[in-house]
């Protein structure tokens, strides 16, 4: 009975006793060892680490990629806008050591430098470039992280810039300027149209000048698309060259013949004469009638 508790108590002292020498290190952690206080410089990779009881302490540190959120930062850019942006950091601990001796606790440590970082971020920042040119505050806001984050053991392996809210009637005067944009646009496309389409007028009236016989096709070509409408009325337009031709022959044939051109006063004048030559004839059949009587 003696032996057995003699063994116990044994096996009690043993596992104790390796329950205080051997740690378990996973697979995306490292172990940094402090012996009686003092950091020891061999790292202790995943698996068991054997420490040396009482003297022994072991600090695990996580090596993953850590994603941390940065509060929405109140800030004027340069062009003395109000805006609120809010960004996002991945890093990961890249030297354990240094992680766990030079800072207290990093993780605060990189939010308060991304915060502030932040700020200085949209105080030398055109609202423009909040707004197009990320991709360079991003690598602007990286390095201003990554100077201090390499002094505690951290690597900042990227920084993006989530969000820019702004003051709604800032929004209001970026669509009205959009709209007036737009706006101008189209006006320059349609004048850019009416040019393009006087031009090609311009050409087709020179070959029509050209070709006379261009204008007769196309002529018929409107109405054959007309027709095809099922319309009840088909208007035949005229053409004016036709009346030229005819105004033309017209006083050609009057000079041939040597007609004079007639004029307002001259019929007036014919017809007084005509009223004068019928009162005389009136007159002399009265004369007659009375030497009739007579």
């Known amino acids: 009975m003696i032996t057995f508790y003699v063994l116990a108590g044994v096996a009690a002292v043993g596992a104790l006793w390796l329950a205080t020498t051997v740690r378990v290190v996973k697979q995306f952690e490292r172990g940094v060892v402090f012996r009686f206080g003092r950091v020891q410089s061999r790292v202790r990779g995943p698996g068991l680490a054997w420490l040396v009881p009482v003297a022994d302490r072991l600090e695990k540190v996580n090596m993953q990629i850590i994603t941390m959120?940065?509060?929405?930062?109140?800030?004027?850019?340069?062009?003395?806008?109000?805006?609120?942006?809010?960004?996002?950091?991945?890093?990961?601990?890249?030297?354990?050591?240094?992680?766990?001796?030079?800072?207290?606790?990093?993780?605060?440590?990189i939010g308060q430098v991304a915060q502030t970082s932040l700020r200085s971020i949209i105080g030398k920042s055109n609202l423009d470039d909040l707004l197009c040119n990320r991709e360079g505050l991003n690598q602007g806001l990286e390095l201003m992280l990554d100077s201090p984050a390499l002094g505690w053991g951290i690597h900042i392996d990227r920084v993006e810039i989530k969000d820019v809210?702004?003051?709604?009637?800032m929004k209001r005067s970026m669509s009205r300027q959009a709209e007036a944009e737009r706006e101008r646009r189209a006006r320059v496309i349609t004048a850019d149209g009416e040019l393009?389409?006087?031009?090609?007028?311009?050409?087709?009236?020179?070959?029509?000048?050209e070709h006379p016989a261009a204008l007769e096709l196309r002529l018929l070509e409107t109405v054959v698309e007309v027709a095809a409408e099922k319309n009840s009325t088909l208007v035949l337009p005229f053409p004016v060259e036709l009346l030229r031709f005819l105004e033309g022959a017209t006083q050609s044939r009057s000079a041939m013949e040597g007609e004079p051109a007639a004029t307002s006063p001259e019929p007036t004048a014919v017809s007084n004469g005509a009223n004068s030559h019928w009162s005389a004839h009136r007159d002399i059949e009265t004369v007659t009638t009375q030497e009739k009587f007579e």
Not at 165 to 169: E, R
Not at 196 to 209: C, H
């Open 196 to 209: 393009q389409a006087s031009q090609k007028l311009a050409q087709a009236a020179r070959v029509m000048t």
């Open 69 to 109: 959120p940065v509060p929405a930062q109140d800030g004027i850019t340069r062009d003395n806008v109000t805006v609120r942006v809010d960004a996002v950091i991945y890093f990961n601990v890249s030297d354990p050591v240094r992680a766990a001796v030079d800072v207290q606790d990093y993780m605060s440590a």
């Open 165 to 169: 809210v702004l003051p709604d009637s």
